[in-house]
């Protein structure tokens, strides 16, 4: 591994506005040079973001810019992975950034802890700055961590050993959303021996009106709905696959957690505008693959009048267009 410890991946689309931003909060972790490698996956960008990467790398020789046809971050990330040196691998989205100092206090003291994954928390960008904070939040295996807080939606909250990643081949579907999700989850599926730490240090940017998860315009929002239906069918696959149905708790916040992310489609879904038949198209699926219908496992009337509502959305278009009316208001 050339005595490298870590291997920041970055994905990058049209990042122009963001990604000078996310490389400094990286190279201010308090890390040496020739202790981790930072490397950029340009996703076929096509305004001024490669320049700013070739720009930073005057300054950074640690800093690594690999390009690619558009193919989605999920393949970039696959790309970096392939070419990555470091003993553990930390994923950053280009429009985020890191907590300073985060990385060499938090969380290069546990990488040679035997674990093969380590979690940590992140705040929302403009929220109160966290202080770093050291200590072990969580320590075991990854099914008690799942039972106890579900399957995360993220994927950059975690540090994953690299030989971890090489032995179970894994690598991201190519989603436009979602994909970070499935990874994440077969990733804890596997049941590894894992820690979480209390630290945080990842700040998560929703301010970007060009986030692939919130951007509105409806030709968007109907693939970002059909491309969850796809997760949630991959999500089932894998808890079947890992025979997780034999353990009820866990099965339970395994379902209660893709029942977020139907709940997620069904907003993208609002969010475009689709034809009757575009509608009926998504309503077979939906059936076909086991997304519909929705079921709750929670003892909240709110919760369940939601999933009631949610179902008839999916299932009748009339239903999907007038509650598209109520949304306005």
């Given amino acids: 591994m050339d005595g490298i410890k870590l291997s920041v991946i970055v994905p990058m689309y049209n990042s122009d506005a963001w990604i000078k931003r996310c490389l400094s909060s990286i190279f201010q972790q308090g890390l040496n ?13 096509h305004d001024g973001s490669v320049s700013v990467v070739k720009s930073l790398q005057q300054a950074y020789p640690n800093l690594i810019l690999l390009r690619q046809e558009h193919e989605g971050q ?29 990385l060499k206090f938090a969380l290069a003291p546990h990488f040679d802890d035997s674990c093969d994954i380590i979690g940590f928390r992140y705040v929302i960008e403009g929220e109160t700055e966290p202080v770093i904070s050291v200590g072990v939040g969580f320590k075991g295996f990854a099914h008690d961590y799942v039972r106890e ?23 991201f579907h190519h989603l436009m959303v979602g994909e970070d999700s499935v990874f994440t989850a077969q990733c804890l599926l596997m049941n590894p021996q894992m820690i979480t730490l209390n630290a945080c240090l990842y700040r998560y940017n929703v301010k970007n009106p060009d986030r692939v998860t919130t951007k509105s315009d409806y ?24 025979s997780v149905e034999y353990n009820s708790e866990l099965y339970n916040q395994c379902i209660d957690s893709i029942n977020h992310h139907k709940e997620y489609m069904v907003d993208r879904f609002l969010a475009a505008d689709v034809s009757k038949e575009q509608h009926d198209h998504v309503w077979h699926v939906c059936e076909g693959t086991g997304f519909y219908p929705i079921y709750s496992w929670s003892a909240s009337e709110v919760v369940n009048v939601k999933v009631k509502r949610d179902n008839k959305i999916i299932k009748n278009y009339w239903a999907y267009r007038i509650y598209r009316f109520l949304r306005k208001y």
């Fill in 219 to 242: 030709d968007h929002a109907y693939r970002c709905a059909m491309d969850t239906v796809r997760c949630v069918n991959d999500l089932f696959d894998l808890v079947e696959k890992y």
């Fill in 149 to 171: 807080n579900g399957l995360p939606k993220h994927c950059w909250n975690f540090a994953y050993r690299l030989d971890f990643l090489a032995k179970n081949k894994m690598r």
């Fill in 74 to 102: 999920g393949k970039a990330r696959n790309h970096a992975l392939y070419e990555a040196r470091g003993e553990w691998v930390v994923f950053v989205d280009s429009d985020d950034t890191l907590v300073t100092m985060g």
């Fill in 33 to 45: 040079d020739d202790e981790f490698e930072v490397i950029v996956v340009d996703d076929g960008s």
